[in-house]
């Protein structure tokens, strides 16, 4: 059959509209697709190497347009079978371990997170599994020959999860079905709740006065029996499911109190209202339910402005791309999967769209915005030859493209890959905070049960309602929410400002850092040479002398003649053409100029042409610069001063950590003479040059064997064993090295007020943790003997509760604005 004459998307059995225009090869066969989205997903299953699923399907997949009502259907997109097998794309083989990075349906809160990690734990083989509440992702190392992907993901069903590679557009499903849900159960429990207040309050006021018969009571309760109801059977859902998830798992999960707290409540107002005495507690049951969804709404809201820098990286790049088969002899365009481009292809990019891979310009020009890649807002320039990562956006005219890398290879790719190894583990003081939460639901539950024992021995008709208000008033999430919150809005601000967090500790280490060692080149300087000064000789003219060394210059790929390429045009001295140009390696350069021949290099060699030895110039104070000269025959005519700059930006950063107590260091691989210098313009007390890396590396592991603790600063490229070996560990990031770097941290646009930014802001995030910490000791000090001494009643129990998480997550909110 033709194309053409095809009348069904080949993925989802949709029809497909004339003008239609997508395809997917699958085994050697092209095949007609409906929309974009259904094309992206098939040749996603074909790049997996699951093209066999056509064939052994026994019905089409769900379409995309159904998927984004339902994670659940959004699963349907890549069959059940095929969801992780071992041989699949998102395992990472590292020796005999392998690791995975999931999206976890079905997350409620912390408590949530800390079941599912517990569970994990337990399956022989795990080395590791750590759930990140803000973006949902589950990380997982296991020994390949103990366990199995399968076997893995089916302990997380087994608790009452779903666990899938790691995918945007189910994500985004699944975000939007879990807003959804907990809308409607929140509003049910408000409404039950406001509901039943108006039949307990002519309860409350009439109190014994006798004006309120026992027939009418008796009404009041049924009704209030009745429209808590709803509450407990719809609302509840979170809680009453996460318990049962807990001790299915066989562990004591923060929603066991809490579930217990509900149910005990609910039981014991029913049963007073069948036998028609005693207290009843549905206004408390149903105030606790709304009060903690509420709260867990907001933790919800506070997840997902966390984790939205990542989210614009992840929809940086676009599904299609306007691919032009054709190019140059013809500009006709076919919309494709951005997976299918290849390197050596042509796309067109329009106004305002982002770039769908790494390329390089090959037609027009144009400026691009790179915010999202580097934090830097000012759209920078781009024409014919020039370089655009992956996930810019076209800011200034379309363009032709050619694809210089796949998609999954690109700039973007590699940082999103970082951003996988982010949130992979915790940060000491958040595994504290998990393993006092799980042990404090323990303790709780006794310490409930003994307060129930007590009051039943001193006051019978007061034990249940204590009891009720030492479950409902306790916070273990609010304990367990105080370190990812925060650490999860101050990463989320470092992103969007241009740094990366790639490793949790990051914040935690860098404040309590004593040493900061600093690389020299391309870290406190900018890494390339540039002429700091020229000096004309003889009564030679400034502009002449910059003409002639350019024209000499122009061809060459050395350092130092790009930098006097470069200040030439800086200076408008256009180029004159150059002939029988000869180069003597280490020497410098000899050609004609208009019709004169010149020697650009070292002064030994220049004076083999202009005679006798360089003229004496002073010397330029600071930093010891490279000198250059110009001759020509029985003339000296000019000399340029040639050094790596230091950064703008430097001396201020040095200064910062100085004055916050820290020892700044300077290692380089440069001359001594050359490291001092340096050191001395920043004020820099301590420098060692001529340090190989081996060097490096023995200084500070030198430093921590007498207890110091090192923040290594360096380019990333071939500091990669020092920066392994420091505690904490910054890179100065660039498109072409992102993938290489083995930091902690990557400064993604290179810029030291970054590190700066940083340093502030791990003081600022440790303050809110403590902050947060010293909440949720303090209030479960005062609450839980308060209710277990009968001052609290448990409605008042239920507003504490929620109020508790919802302080926490507050303060933790305001780093994002900090």
Wanted: hydrophobic share 50%.
């Amino acid at each position: 059959m033709k194309m053409n004459e095809v009348a069904a998307c080949f993925h989802c059995g949709q029809p497909v509209a004339a003008s239609a225009n997508w395809h997917v090869t699958i085994e050697g066969v092209p095949h007609a697709m409906c929309c974009p989205g259904c094309a992206a997903v098939a040749q996603t299953i074909v790049d997996i190497g699951q093209a066999s699923y056509y064939r052994e399907r026994s019905g089409y997949a769900a379409a995309p347009g159904a998927a984004a009502d339902s994670a659940s259907e959004a699963a349907t997109l890549v069959p059940a079978a095929l969801a992780l097998p071992e041989d699949d794309p998102n395992i990472v083989n590292d020796g005999d371990a392998r690791e995975a990075t999931l999206l976890v349906e079905g997350i409620r809160c912390a408590a949530c997170v800390w079941l599912i990690e517990h569970r994990l734990r337990k399956v022989d083989g795990v080395q590791q599994a750590s759930l990140n509440v803000a973006t949902e992702k589950l990380f997982i190392r296991w020994h390949k020959d103990k366990t199995t992907a399968a076997a893995l993901l089916e302990a997380v069903r087994s608790i009452g999860y779903n666990a899938w590679p790691y995918d945007t557009t189910r994500h985004d499903a699944q975000l939007q079905k879990a807003s959804r849900t907990l809308g409607r159960q929140l509003f049910v429990a408000g409404l039950s709740m406001m509901q039943v207040m108006m039949y307990v309050a002519p309860e409350y006021m009439a109190g014994d006065d006798g004006t309120l018969d026992a027939g009418m009571t008796s009404l009041m309760r049924w009704a209030s029996l009745l429209l808590t109801l709803p509450a407990i059977a719809y609302s509840a859902q979170p809680f009453l499911k996460g318990a049962w998830a807990s001790l299915k798992a066989r562990a004591l999960g923060m929603d066991v109190p809490v579930a217990l707290g509900i149910v005990a409540a609910f039981a014991g107002s029913a049963v007073s209202t069948v036998r028609g005495a005693g207290e009843v507690y549905y206004d408390s049951v149903t105030m606790f339910i709304f009060l903690l969804l509420a709260s867990r709404y907001l933790e919800m809201v506070a997840r997902r402005k966390a984790a939205s820098a990542l989210s614009r990286l992840r929809h940086a790049v676009p599904e299609m791309a306007m691919r032009l088969a054709c190019w140059p002899e013809s500009r006709a365009a076919a919309a494709v999967p951005a997976g299918a481009l290849a390197a050596g292809d042509h796309i067109a990019v329009k106004v305002g769209e982002a770039v769908a891979a790494d390329c390089v310009v090959v037609d027009g020009s144009t400026s691009v915005d790179l915010s999202l890649l580097t934090g830097e807002s000012a759209p920078q320039r781009k024409t014919v030859g020039d370089a655009i990562p992956g996930g810019a956006v076209n800011a200034g005219s379309p363009v032709v493209l050619r694809v210089e890398k796949p998609s999954r290879d690109s700039t973007l790719a590699g940082l999103l890959k970082l951003i996988e190894r982010a949130g992979s583990a915790k940060p000491q003081i958040a595994q504290w905070a998990d393993h006092t939460a799980s042990w404090f639901v323990a303790a709780l539950l006794l310490f409930a049960a003994a307060s129930f024992g007590f009051w039943t021995w001193y006051d019978a008709a007061r034990a249940w309602p204590v009891a009720i208000a030492v479950l409902v008033v306790s916070c273990p999430c609010a304990l367990s929410l105080a370190t990812p919150s925060a650490l999860a809005a101050a990463t989320d601000r470092l992103l969007g400002k241009g740094a990366l967090v790639v490793q949790p500790h990051v914040l935690e280490t860098l404040h309590r850092t004593t040493h900061i060692v600093f690389d020299k080149t391309g870290t406190l300087t900018e890494g390339r040479p540039t002429v700091q000064s020229v000096d004309a000789i003889d009564g030679a003219r400034i502009i002449g002398i910059l003409r002639v060394a350019g024209a000499l210059e122009a061809g060459s790929a050395h350092p130092i003649a790009r930098a006097i390429s470069a200040a030439a045009a800086a200076h408008g001295a256009g180029a004159a053409g150059a002939s029988g140009l000869q180069e003597l390696a280490g020497q410098g350069m000899q050609g004609m100029v208009n019709g004169v021949q010149y020697r650009l290099g070292t002064a030994a060699y220049v004076a083999g042409l202009a005679g006798g030895a360089a003229p004496q110039l002073g010397e330029a104070a600071g930093t010891p610069m490279t000198a250059v000269w110009l001759g020509m025959q029985g003339r000296w005519l000019g000399r340029f001063q040639v050094s790596d700059a230091l950064r703008a930006d430097a001396r201020d950063t040095v200064a910062f950590f100085q004055q916050q107590g820290k020892q700044v260091v300077l290692l380089s691989g440069d001359q001594q003479a050359l490291a001092a210098s340096v050191a001395a313009q920043l004020g820099i007390r301590e420098a060692l040059g001529d340090c190989m890396p081996d060097a490096k590396l023995a200084y500070v592991q030198a430093l921590q064997a007498k207890g110091a603790v090192v923040a290594m600063v360096g380019d990333g490229i071939n500091d990669a064993a020092v920066l392994s070996a420091a505690d904490v560990s910054f890179a100065m990031g660039s498109g072409a090295t992102l993938a290489q770097v083995h930091a902690d941290c990557v400064l993604l646009d290179a810029r030291l007020p970054l590190l700066v930014e940083t340093a502030r802001s791990a003081g600022r995030t440790m303050r809110v943790i403590r902050q947060n910490l010293g909440w949720a000791t303090l209030y479960n000090i005062i609450a839980i003997p308060a209710a277990a001494f009968g001052l609290l009643n448990p409605w008042l129990s239920g507003v504490g509760m929620a109020a508790s998480s919802a302080i926490v997550i507050l303060n933790a909110l305001r780093l994002r604005r900090s």
